[in-house]
């Protein structure tokens, strides 16, 4: 790559940071208590920004060295690129929705790994501009490391002083370390879109946003749902969770997701889903699901499992492209060696009839490997005799969440301030009374946004 294109492409990741700052910006602006996450987050933006606008002026100016794909400079913008595109979609995401604007939307592990990604860009680019007119950011990996260890050994030949010898050698372990590090990020990221273009994660957001906190305590209270979660590997263990049209099923698929998610953090627990929907039956094959299981079972730990960066190298070198039992056997092995699996499946009676046929089939041969938990209506003959000797658990409308709703919307509208809490209360106590196994949100038609039930 000539020394113009690269300095386009550190131009656009100026641009692409400064746009991820003022995102950042705006959310602790607009959040009176804005976390600790928050700022931190915004100061090693604000710091990339600033080296970024370094290496900018000296590439404009100075450089004529040429960049290939294999560059430590290429390697490293192309993942930080990725990186900050990531960042700024559930940025733009929470922004867009008031409720979730009070929450942060990284999680404990993700805000981590950003920020540790970001640092380390930051700081090779930092130390690429001191090293002799910046060549090195020309270099590959291994030329880096070698022409760094050269000069390690010439300053121990000159008999300087130990301590910058030390000091030396922490660059240059600490420098290979750093580009290892951005050059795996970007493989993995490159092997999961090999896998799917599938973004399961913008789904469950999107479905997440109308639940409110502390609703479906029930169901993770339920003592079939604590046998089905708790219950080692190694045996059939499904839990199938039916209800009328409107009862919340999806938004307590995605309160189930978010719960597994909390008590594996930091373990080789896989947690994947598929949320079904009508609207999108023209869309579904099942090699795109089991492709999206796929890419959800491979991306769970930061580094990909063998069995799929060995299926990647192989396909890739004879010029293949996955097939459905390609798909089926990586995802088995993936399965396989993790400490355990969920799969939580949502609105099954929504996918089509022949598609759901052969997707049950599909599900059958996980079923001594997978823990799973299955949504739909009751109503289907296949998916009744698919789960009917499955533990069940019939999902309905509980005066806790009732409750929870009622009050949020009174508080939301515009008439709260004219009502004391015991009228409130009497309110809610009357609602709940009619509710008859609806889900309140579409008893009430709350304004605002709304989820599939």
């Given at each position: ?49 600033s ?53 942060w ?54 008999g300087?002083?130990?301590?910058h ?83 919340g099923k ?14 594996a ?23 795109q ?33 996955l ?119 579409n ?11």
């Amino acid at each position: 790559m000539d020394p113009f294109s690269i300095t386009v492409g550190v131009a656009g990741l100026l641009v692409l940071v400064s746009e991820t700052i003022k995102l950042s910006r705006d959310y602790v602006k607009g959040v009176r208590h804005a976390t600790e996450a928050a700022n931190e987050l915004l100061d090693v933006l604000e710091i990339l920004h600033s080296t970024l606008y370094r290496l900018d002026e000296f590439l404009s100016n100075h450089t004529k060295n040429a960049f290939s794909n294999t560059s430590v400079l290429f390697k490293s913008t192309d993942a930080c690129k990725n990186k900050l595109v990531t960042l700024q979609a559930k940025l733009q995401g929470s922004a867009r929705q008031p409720l979730q604007r009070l929450r942060w939307p990284l999680n404990s592990r993700s805000h981590q790994e950003t920020l540790e990604e970001i640092r380390a860009f930051t700081q090779w680019i930092q130390f690429g501009l001191t090293i002799d007119g910046s060549i090195l950011l020309s270099k590959t990996s291994d030329e880096v490391v070698e022409v760094l260890s050269k000069q390690l050994a010439m300053i121990h030949r000159l008999g300087q002083l130990e301590t910058h010898a030390q000091s030396t050698h922490k660059v240059v372990v600490d420098t290979h370390r750093s580009i290892a590090d951005l050059t795996a990020a970007s493989e993995r990221e490159k092997i999961l879109d090999w896998i799917s273009k599938d973004k399961p994660e913008q789904k469950h957001h999107d479905i997440r946003l109308p639940r409110l906190t502390g609703t479906g305590q029930w169901l993770l209270e339920d003592p079939s749902f604590k046998r089905w979660r708790d219950r080692p590997m190694g045996e059939k263990n499904t839990l199938w969770c039916h209800g009328i049209p409107g009862s919340g099923k999806s938004v307590l698929a995605s309160l189930v997701i978010d719960h597994l998610r909390q008590i594996a953090a930091d373990t080789q627990v896989i947690v994947a889903h598929v949320y079904f929907d009508y609207r999108d039956q023209e869309y579904q094959s099942l090699e795109q699901i089991i492709a999206s299981l796929l890419r959800q079972a491979a991306g769970t730990n930061l580094r990909i499992p063998t069995a799929i960066s060995s299926l990647y190298d192989t396909l890739i070198k004879h010029g293949r492209t996955l097939q459905h039992q390609d798909l089926v056997q990586a995802l088995l092995s993936a399965c396989r060696e993790s400490e355990k699996v969920f799969f939580v499946i949502d609105a099954l009676d929504e996918c089509d009839a022949k598609l759901r046929k052969d997707f049950i089939g599909f599900l059958d041969l996980f079923s001594d490997c997978v823990n799973m938990f299955v949504t739909s209506r009751y109503h289907p003959a296949d998916i009744r005799t698919a789960f009917e000797l499955f533990p069940q658990i019939e999902v309905k409308a509980h005066s806790s969440d009732l409750r929870v709703y009622i009050v949020h919307a009174i508080d939301q509208s515009d008439w709260r301030d004219g009502m004391d809490e015991r009228f409130r209360d009497e309110i809610a106590d009357r609602i709940i009374d009619s509710a008859k196994d609806m889900y309140v949100r579409n008893l009430l038609q709350i304004s605002g946004p709304t989820a599939k039930s």
